[in-house]
Antibody, heavy 116, light 107 residues
Framework: EVQLVESGGGLVQPGRSLKLSCAAS????????MAWVRQAPTKGLEWVAS????????YYRDSVKGRFTISRDNAKSTLYLQMDSLRSEDTATYYC?????????WGQGASVTVSS | DIQMTQSPASLSASLGETVTIQCRAS??????LAWYQQKPGKSPQLLIY???SLQDGVPSRFSGSGSGTQYSLKISSMQTEDEGVYFC?????????FGGGTKLELK
């Protein structure tokens, strides 16, 4: 069974940093692109970033470029999202997803609140 | 970026009723279209990919169709467990973009 389990969410002040992790199991992690998708409270879904299976290429939405960094450790089957210079508009539940052009597996989500 | 527009924003349906949700892309996405269902407090789940292919485990009352810029999701017989929010997503090119969602309630 495919499982994605996020951790690292919490309350953080504007301008500070936070790092999310996603532990994957039930599939060969190194074979798949992975992505982060977020959902602000009572809002829709918003793709944040993706990374190729090797980690050699990354893709970001414009609003997080230069602030967020997606990375992975294939030996640990773990995906990461380093979030720097956080803003109030980054407040959301962040989902770890398997990216096949469609998101065919989702974690339970990690809540990130940016507030002073 | 490719813009995805869903309609309606909300609807209610009776048990057994046929439900159709529309999704329009701002340019041709060559059937690179997925549908997701999200129930309250839960993560989204993939229903349809490639515009019309049913994800494993999804009931056959769900179907997808369309091409070019116009796509639709049909639920052939509304069930209680189908309540939730439905999103479309284009998977042609980054940045992946989602529709605004359609909230489906049981009448």
């Amino acid at each position: 069974e495919v499982q994605l389990v996020e951790s690292g969410g919490g309350l953080v002040q504007p301008g500070r940093s936070l790092k999310l992790s996603c532990a994957a199991s039930g599939f060969t992690f190194s074979n798949y692109y992975m992505a982060w998708v977020r959902q602000a409270p009572t809002k829709g879904l918003e793709w944040v970033a993706s990374i190729t299976n090797s980690g050699g290429s990354t893709y970001y939405r414009d609003s997080v470029k230069g602030r967020f960094t997606i990375s992975r450790d294939n030996a640990k089957s773990t995906l990461y999202l380093q979030m720097d210079s956080l803003r109030s508009e980054d407040t959301a539940t962040y989902y770890c997803t398997r990216d096949r052009g469609v998101m065919d597996a989702w974690g339970q989500g990690a809540s990130v609140t940016v507030s002073s | 970026d490719i813009q995805m527009t869903q309609s309606p924003a909300s609807l209610s349906a009776s048990l057994g009723e046929t439900v159709t949700i529309q999704c329009r892309a701002s340019e041709d996405i060559y059937s690179g279209l997925a549908w997701y269902q999200q129930k309250p407090g839960k993560s989204p789940q993939l229903l349809i990919y490639g515009a019309s292919s049913l994800q494993d485990g999804v009931p056959s009352r769900f179907s997808g169709s369309g091409s070019g810029t116009q796509y639709s999701l049909k639920i052939s017989s509304m069930q209680t467990e189908d309540e939730g929010v439905y999103f479309c997503q284009q998977g042609l090119k980054y940045p992946w973009t989602f529709g605004g969602g359609t909230k489906l309630e049981l009448k």
